[in-house]
């Protein structure tokens, strides 16, 4: 049972634009929700988290929306470049548990 | 600091051979997991330890996949016998304590023919 949704497996968007990825869950215990980046051949890099106590996370170009009730979380890059060209990944868990749950990922493709 | 080191990083064997694959974590990181990246899929968790003790193995196949962490440090999963669904990229990844971001190694894309 995935637990975690990424329904758009690709993206594509224009350097400088706003790139927004989609993530869905469908634990209402989860609480804590993380955004990860891959490239080919390189293992996931951490990019940016949210714990439901908030309903937004901003790191520089990033931002991390969070909506409860919609059980629905975004990435927003912007302005996208082309080395954010790469697969991102949402993941969720119960901050007291253990598992870390992921989605099944988009890969952003950013056109010069 | 340095990173999750894993090895190998491509092998390439029959079914019903047996495979190694060994982590080191990031130095001072008690926390240790495994995953298994299946192709279009998002990681899966196998196996987690808390220094050298099993947190959670509720989703390891245990009938042919094995993990330890002796000293608490790296640690090593070992499939025997391999099954062509185990083709996958296996992620190790570690943090200082459960629940926070975790960091990953590069993998070992592990092929079964």
């Known amino acids: 049972d995935q637990q975690v949704k990424q329904n758009s497996p690709s993206l594509s968007v224009q350097e400088g634009r706003i790139s927004i990825l989609n993530c869905d869950y469908t634990n209402s215990m989860f609480d804590y929700f993380l955004w990860y980046k891959k490239y080919p051949a390189e293992g996931p890099t951490f990019l940016i988290s949210i714990s439901s106590i908030k309903d937004k996370n901003e790191d520089g170009r990033f931002t991390v929306f969070l909506n409860k009730s919609a059980k629905h979380l975004s990435l927003h890059i912007v302005p996208s470049q082309p080395g954010d060209s790469a697969v991102y990944f949402c993941?969720?868990?119960?901050?007291?548990?253990?598992?870390?749950?992921f989605g099944t990922g988009t890969s952003l493709t950013v056109i010069p | 600091e340095a990173g999750v080191a894993q090895s190998p990083r491509y092998k390439i064997i029959e079914k019903r051979q047996s495979v190694a694959f060994w982590c080191n974590p990031i130095s001072g990181h008690a926390t240790l997991y495994w995953y298994q990246q299946i192709l279009g899929q998002g990681p899966k968790l196998l196996i987690q330890f808390q220094n050298n003790g099993v947190v959670d193995d509720s989703q390891l196949p245990k009938d042919r996949f094995s993990a330890e962490r002796l000293k608490g440090v790296d640690s090593t999963l070992k499939i025997q016998p391999a099954k062509l669904e185990d083709s996958a990229v296996y992620l190790c990844a570690s943090s200082q304590v459960p629940g926070e971001p975790q960091h990953f190694g590069d993998g070992t894309r592990l092929s079964i023919l």
């Open positions: 993941a969720a868990s119960v901050i007291a548990g253990n598992q870390f749950y």
